[in-house]
């Protein structure tokens, strides 16, 4: 097969190409040292390559019988650079770690090699994941390339714009404030936050950190599920770590269930939203109705989103982050410095109150669960926006507060404790994508992979990546 040809094939197929043999890991990196090296100096989306450490991991995995190399069998994969791997930089977008290089991998990173993963890159991020546009002062911005004046998003940004371009078949990325969907949304990919504890890592400056986790992203819902399954599973250095399930996501995704019943709202009853952005999404989500499903306008009440949010990252990042404050004030971007000193004020009555909210929050997402199979809501309010703008100042003539406020109809799903997607759903008369952010129960991943995929059938979107860069439109 070409260059081209590889590039364009599904993350499945090239999985059921290297357990057939019929092409090797080697192959595969390759194809995508040859694909960077044309495309990536337009986007910047993988600052960090290791294809030596790549080829020594493919070299032995293939010494063992093509059964026993994993569900990936050898499927390279980009980490986004705030998961350690071994022996590669580990910079999390920031000064102070420009030069870090970690002795061991993340229980992450671990886990996807055991299952045949292969690393070849690091993936770009803003500094600590803070901020969905994708800049930094190590590597500076990736750019989106269905217009590369425009934001990727982020926090994910690298992964996504590698994805699009044809730079990877699947990526790892994380998601607090919609980090994995966000992107998704702004490069016509899929990306999914996962339930809390499906996919284990290396615990950090908190063992019950639950705002954010590890998840993936891919091309197509059939790509994301096997991807899910294969960063599935508990390991004891992670307390929250849930067992993989006896049934895989890929097959829950091809099993043809759709739901009976789901909800679409515009804007969760807490946001402005793009008019664009708002008919593009509610006629996608109407097209359910194309497969018999009952599509009705309704959301859970999350009314405490934007103040529970506000303090239960600040208290993150306080945790997190507070001794780098002390000890590298000067290296800090000022949203860091905000987000940290944020965190530091807060008082024990704040953050009561901010952890009672999200548990009302969640209690009444469980019992929306009972009367919808989903909620269908836009993934971001807006569509991609010039990538010199910091962050979204307003939207439909509301100004936001802070430099986070523009997120809130992803970090809603986030305080809820329900895992969500993003799926393409269509573009915008400039061309720019629009995702479709499908939620489903807590633990409710394969629900919403079998919904996503009766969706993304009647859509036709599928393909609709990779591309090579576009200029400035």
Known sequence: ???????SESACGIVDKLSAGKITPLDLLDVLERRIAAVDGKVNALPILCFDRARDHAKALMKKKATERGLLAGLPVPIKDLSD??????????????DNIPARSDVMVE?????????????????FGAGANTFNEVFGATLNPFDTSCSAAGSSGGAAVALATGMAWLAHGSDMGGSLRNPASFCGVVGMRPSIGRVAHTPKSKLDRTLGVQGPMARN??????????????????PLSLPALPTSFLSATRSGNKPKRVAYSADLGITPVDPEVADITRKA??????????VEEAHPDLREAHECFHVLRAFDFAVSKAALLRQHRELL???VIWNIEEGLKLTVEQIERAEAQRVAMAARAVEFFTTYDLLLAPTTIVAPFPVQNRYVAECAGKKFDNYVQWLGIVYAITLACCPALSLPCGFTDLGLPVGLQIVGPPRGEAQILAGAKVLESILSL???????????R
């Open 111 to 127: 886990h996807l090699e055991d299952n045949g993963g292969v690393v070849y890159a690091k993936s770009n991020t803003p500094e």
């Open 1 to 7: 097969m070409s260059d081209q040809e590889l590039i």
């Open 333 to 335: 971007k000022p949203e």
């Open 221 to 238: 819902v059939e790509d994301l599920a096997l991807f899910l399954d294969a960063m599935s599973g508990e390991h004891p250095a992670d």
């Open 462 to 472: 599928r393909g609709t990546t990779p591309i090579d860069p576009r200029g400035p």
């Open 285 to 294: 989500a109407e097209r359910l109705a194309e497969a018999g499903v009952i």
């Open 85 to 98: 791997v071994a022996g590669v930089r580990n910079t999390q977008g920031s000064p102070i770690f420009k």
